[in-house]
Nanobody, 114 residues
Framework: QVHFVESGGGRVQPGGSLTLSCVVS????????MTWYHQAPGKQREGVAG???????TYSGSVRGRFTISRDNDNNRLYLHMNSLKPEDTGVYYC????????WGRGTQVTVSS
């Protein structure tokens, strides 16, 4: 079974930056397409950044130009570099395989507030 452990969240002021990390175990990480998901308070989880096995990258309109997704296949890690954070970026961030979402990790909380 594939496991995802997210970390790196925190509380920052608007305009600040954070880098999230996701460690994946129980699968050949380099074979997995991966997506970062954002669940805002009271809303459904939605994908905001994805990276394929071949490193093709996509972003939602709300984060394009501010967030950067990357992966380290040697260390089974996925990253999300978040810049120019806005209050609407507040919520819990999760990583998962969009083609076959397995069990979800606990996520990591990001709070953007002055």
């Amino acid at each position: 079974q594939v496991h995802f452990v997210e970390s790196g969240g925190g509380r920052v002021q608007p305009g600040g930056s954070l880098t999230l990390s996701c460690v994946v175990s129980g699968a050949l990480f380099y074979t997995l397409p991966m997506t970062w998901y954002h669940q805002a308070p009271g809303k459904q989880r939605e994908g905001v950044a994805g990276i394929s096995r071949g490193h093709t990258i996509t972003y939602s309109g709300s984060v394009r130009g501010r967030f950067t997704i990357s992966r380290d296949n040697d260390n089974n890690r996925l990253y999300l570099h978040m810049n120019s954070l806005k209050p609407e970026d507040t919520g819990v961030y999760y990583c998962n395989n969009p083609d076959n979402p397995g069990s979800w990790g606990r996520g990591t909380q990001v709070t953007v507030s002055s």
